[in-house]
């Protein structure tokens, strides 16, 4: 099995229960929708690790998958949104990624005690670092000081605000979210589901860059060690990529993030190479290698670039594998046309080549 076949057989199941999902939507047969929701979103759970659900708002139906912050979960399910057979395309709005302001967060509501709270219930309190181009948020709930466990306070705010502006947008501009007990005085406020638009006139109005999606937004990393090694992954200067936690991990010699991909049937690792110039022209040539190299896997659908870097002695153009039986036949294939400019290698995340 692989991420692939995995994504494929998603889609076949959601075919045959594609008639009866939106006749459930449309007469509101949520007993029916529930039942038929269950088995898609533990499929979708179990290769993804992202749920599913659907809603019909503004009478269409619409789909999303429900990632959170987490990278692995987004990649697949940015393929799966890609996959998609062209009949579901044409009949859903998807997203692979969680909207501002979904049928799901307007319908929530948190339990304190004998209260019911939505969102139009939470204050969010906000201060612009104009510096980071970014939000610091507290979230206030009338209900927040009947609660003692701070941590569960701090979880339920983080969750409020994603459901209040989506994924790309609590990614890219929210650098820091708490919950408070009371109002904070001195302190810019609004509704928290006007949060989405106070945060994007604001990105728009100081010109901060903005993004399509989470998967856009790259981190640079900066190795605390002097570069002293010649050795493979150890030579590192700078490392940019989409993936942090997957770079935080193999700087720290874990497998955590490695090792979920697996479980999901994939793999992260690099292709790396001696730079051959030992010049400033070794990061345009890795550039342009990187884009040659994702444009020739792009139609494969079995991996993608999330990121590299240039060492001392080498360059790497980190991916995530989809397949990796055919990525295998892709990047022999990719050796032998490029053999006369590169001497290309691969090699896992894991250590395995």
Same mark, same amino acid.
């Given at each position: 099995?692989?991420?692939?076949? !995995? ?16 006749? /459930? ?15 898609? !979103?533990?499929?979708?759970?179990? +290769?993804?690790?992202?749920? @599913? ?41 998807? !997203? &692979? ?26 204050? /969010? ?18 209900? @927040?000081?009947?609660?003692? !466990? ?9 969750? *409020? ?13 929210? %650098?820091?979210?708490?919950? #408070? ?7 810019? @406020? ?6 989405? #638009? ?12 903005? $993004? ?5 937004? $790259?981190?640079? @990393? ?18 940019? #990529?989409?993936?942090?936690?997957? +770079? ?6 874990? %497998? ?13 690792? $690099?292709? $790396? ?9 070794? /990061? ?5 290698? %990187? ?11 079995? /991996? ?39 001497? *290309?290698?691969?090699?896992?995340? &894991?250590?395995?080549?």
């Amino acid at each position: 099995m692989s991420v692939l076949s !995995n994504i494929k057989a998603f889609w076949a199941r959601f075919e045959d229960e594609q008639d009866g999902l939106l006749e /459930a939507l449309k007469t509101k047969n949520y007993e029916k929708l529930s039942a038929i929701l269950e088995v898609l !979103n533990a499929e979708c759970y179990e +290769i993804s690790g992202a749920h @599913f659900f659907v809603e019909d708002r503004y009478e269409e139906p619409e789909m999303t998958f429900d990632t959170g912050p987490d990278k692995t979960s987004q990649l697949i399910c940015r393929k799966m949104k890609e996959l998609a057979p062209e009949s579901v395309k044409k009949t859903w709005i998807m !997203n &692979d990624t969680l909207t501002p302001l979904s049928q799901k967060a307007i319908e929530a509501s948190l339990q304190i005690k004998d209260e019911q709270y939505s969102l139009f219930d939470m204050t /969010a309190f906000y201060r612009v670092d104009v510096r980071t181009h970014s939000f610091l948020v507290d979230v206030y709930c009338p209900g @927040f000081s009947l609660i003692d !466990n701070p941590e569960y306070k701090r979880e339920m705010a983080i969750y *409020l605000v994603e459901l209040a502006i989506g994924e790309k947008e609590l990614e890219a501009y929210v %650098s820091n979210i708490d919950f #408070t007990d009371e109002p904070v005085d001195g302190r810019d @406020f609004c509704n928290l589901t006007e949060l989405y #638009t106070v945060i994007t006139d604001t990105a728009q109005k100081e010109g901060w860059q903005n $993004y399509a999606h989470p998967l856009d937004i $790259y981190t640079v @990393f900066k190795p605390h060690q002097d570069i002293a090694s010649d050795s493979l992954r150890k030579d590192m200067k700078m490392i940019f #990529t989409v993936h942090p936690p997957l +770079i935080e991990e193999s700087l720290g010699s874990k %497998s955590d993030v490695s090792l979920d991909l697996k479980a999901h049937d994939g793999e992260y690792g $690099y292709i $790396y190479y001696v730079n051959p110039f030992d010049s400033e022209e070794d /990061a345009k040539f890795r550039q342009a290698l %990187s884009s040659q190299i994702e444009t020739l896997l792009a139609p494969l659908h079995c /991996a993608k670039v999330i990121g590299g870097d240039i060492g001392k002695s080498y360059s790497y153009i980190d991916l995530i594998l989809f397949d990796e039986p055919l990525f295998q036949k892709a990047f022999a294939q990719i050796r032998e046309q490029l053999k006369n400019r590169v001497d *290309l290698h691969y090699r896992s995340f &894991d250590g395995a080549d």
